[in-house]
């Protein structure tokens, strides 16, 4: 399983635009990358999915380089209600890309 | 209905107790987990089900019994628990473990304290 890096913890204000980089340099010819979100005491809720290039839903973007060792995760303007633990997980298939890595707290600040 | 339902939402229970934690979801989903979080940490995989069957067991416990009655029902039966055990205990679905494009969702936990 490819080991994901994430920063511990953002804080950003709100209204900005936010990018939480995930670093996962043994990434596998098949394996893909997935965010989640996770509220205090809630289960982890999907964000966006991708495998190389660029990803955008209604929620977020999701980049990827060429080399794949690497994704981003954009958020365009934060509200507080965007305070949450974020996920990067990366797996071949379903079970493999359930396997959580430490996250990234971030904090939006009035 | 994109739901995760688990029961109850709170336990508390003593180390000589035996008690169970359902999840329930009607998406057709045929493959379902169990995760243990302790506060400020991620979630981590305890058991996968697969088509009613067991099909991975991240070396839990013996204490901690899963079972998967039908495609839409998850159980974990307790037993013999110690304080530490104590955590958010969270259940999830997805389509099917085969695919790639998994997109699971999750039930909102239920919270157990041991005592």
């Known amino acids: 399983l490819a080991k994901t890096t994430q920063p511990i913890s953002m804080d950003s204000y709100e209204g900005q635009e936010v990018n939480i980089t995930c670093s996962h340099n043994?990434?596998?010819?098949?394996?893909?990358i997935t965010w989640y979100q996770q509220f205090p005491s809630q289960g982890p809720r999907f964000i966006i999915q991708?495998?190389?290039t660029k990803v955008t839903n209604e929620v977020a973007s999701l980049f990827i380089p060429a080399d794949r060792k690497s994704s981003t995760l954009s958020l365009p303007r934060v509200s507080l209600s965007d305070t949450a633990v974020y996920y990067c997980l990366v797996g071949q298939t379903g079970a493999n890309n359930l396997f959580f890595g430490t996250g990234t707290r971030l904090t939006v600040i009035p | 209905d994109t739901e995760v339902t688990q029961t109850p939402k709170h336990l508390v229970m003593g180390m000589t107790n035996k008690k169970s934690l359902k999840c329930e979801q009607h998406m057709g989903h045929r493959a379902m987990y169990w995760y243990k979080q302790k506060a400020k940490k991620p979630p981590e995989l305890m058991f996968v089900y697969s088509y009613e069957k067991l099909s991975i067991n991240e070396s839990v416990p013996s204490r901690f019994s899963p079972e998967c009655p039908n495609s839409s029902l998850l159980n974990l039966h307790l037993h013999a628990l110690q304080p530490e055990d104590s955590a958010l205990y969270l259940c999830?679905?997805?389509?099917?473990?085969?695919?790639?494009?998994?997109?699971?969702?999750f039930g909102q936990g239920t919270r157990l304290t041991v005592v």
């Open positions: 991708g495998y190389k």
């Open positions: 999830a679905s997805s389509q099917v473990i085969e695919s790639w494009d998994t997109e699971a969702f």
């Open positions: 043994n990434i596998a010819t098949n394996d893909y």
